[in-house]
């Protein structure tokens, strides 16, 4: 048990359409990333999120785009899905401390784009 | 650019047995830190164990340690006494140490699938 949640578990979309992901981090963690995971691939760094502002993105279009609250939990958007958007989405939370810090993942969102 | 090169898209090994999986990086970045994760079928990315660049020792957590070769830029990930929980993918990991707030980002390879046979 990580202490990171993320909601939905599953989602089936259509192309064109919306999607809000969400992702609950451990208590006190200021820092939340997320990943695209296709099938078979490694995890791919879409942003992360350092005190509510963007601190870094990936190799990811503009509709991709996020949110982090003050009470640490985030959100993850994409605008006018695409087929090739279908993976696993994983968020990670942790302390950044001096630099220093272990990234803590959720159990992840199933997005099927049909 | 950061990458990390896992070579074996696949492991068996028999349970109570010790396993090696192969990572390799490469950066230009004199601070690095490396990880391993474990992702079973459920999706849920693990965390296992970390090593830092100046690390003088190879980090060790229960039945697993890594095996760091700071000039052959490997960081190879050992499971003594495998279980036949441990069958998952291993993800190999790199991130740069930044500070000031800095992004911390992770590049991983492509995994090794694990199988532990009874």
Known sequence: ?114 | AQKITQTQPGMFVQEKEAVTLDCTYDTSDPSYGLFWYKQPSSGEMIFLIYQGSYDQQNATEGRYSLNFQKARKSANLVISASQLGDSAMYFCAMREENYGGATNKLIFGTGTLLAVQP
């Open chain 1, 1 to 114: 048990e990580t202490g990171v949640t993320q909601s939905p578990t599953h989602l089936i979309k259509t192309r064109g359409q919306q999607v809000t992901l969400r992702c609950s981090s451990q208590s006190g963690h200021n820092t939340v990333s997320w990943y695209q995971q296709a099938l078979g691939q490694g995890p791919q760094f879409i942003f992360q999120y350092y005190r509510e502002e963007e601190n870094g993105r990936g190799n990811f279009p503009p509709r991709f785009s996020g949110l982090q609250f003050p009470n640490y939990s985030s959100e993850l958007n994409v605008n006018a899905l695409e087929l090739d958007d279908s993976a696993l989405y994983l968020c990670a939370s942790s302390l950044v401390l001096a630099g220093q810090e272990t990234q803590y993942f959720g159990p992840g969102t199933r997005l099927l784009v049909l």
